[in-house]
């Protein structure tokens, strides 16, 4: 009973991050700053969900490949929040948003 | 229905604002949007494993997750030329 209830609530701290993410991914004025709400959804929300699997099963295999994911992600959000604020900020110097151009 | 699927459901939902971002926004919004979808995808995949209790599917957000290193680099590398 409590494991049900301290999983539904991390669950829903999850939930709750990831909406907020998105909203902050919705409502910002430009890509450098929708980026920053990236960073939530890749680094504390799935420790959050990793943690509510590790309440309902413990130490066992389905909790050492959500390990395995959530630790993936959480090395790799750095590298691409780098990449593409350096690439946004090439674009900002050169005068860019050629690709928008085309588009249009 | 578990909660862990119930999670899923709603983080899917909250799929909706990145995808308006991607179909609406500039090509920078973009790539931020696909990433931001990426990194929700593992997170459903994980949770729709533990929700169906289906261990073998657990691969799935592992695989995604490297995935998303990989694709998002290629992605950012590839439309630097026109962000």
Known sequence: ?104 | MTSFVIAAIAMLVALVPAGVVIVRGSLADAVVGFEFLTSVAVLVFALLAEGFKRPSLFEFPVLLAVLLLGSGLVFVRALERWL
């Not at chain 1, 909406?19 to 450098?32: I, N, Q, R, T, Y």
């Not at chain 1, 969900?49 to 992600?73: H, P, S």
Request: glycine share 6%.
């Open chain 1, 1 to 104: 009973m409590i494991r049900e209830i301290i999983t539904d609530v991390l669950l829903a701290l999850a939930v709750l991050t990831v909406a907020a993410a998105a909203l902050g991914v919705a409502v910002m004025p430009s890509a450098a700053a929708r980026l920053h709400y990236v960073t939530p959804v890749a680094v504390v929300a799935p420790v959050l969900v990793l943690l509510a699997v590790f309440v309902t099963e413990g130490l066992d295999e389905n909790t050492g490949e959500t390990l395995l994911a959530v630790l993936v992600m959480i090395a790799a959000a750095p590298f691409l929040s780098h990449a593409t604020i350096r690439a946004i900020r090439a674009s900002e110097n050169s005068g860019g948003n050629a690709g928008d151009k085309e588009r249009a």
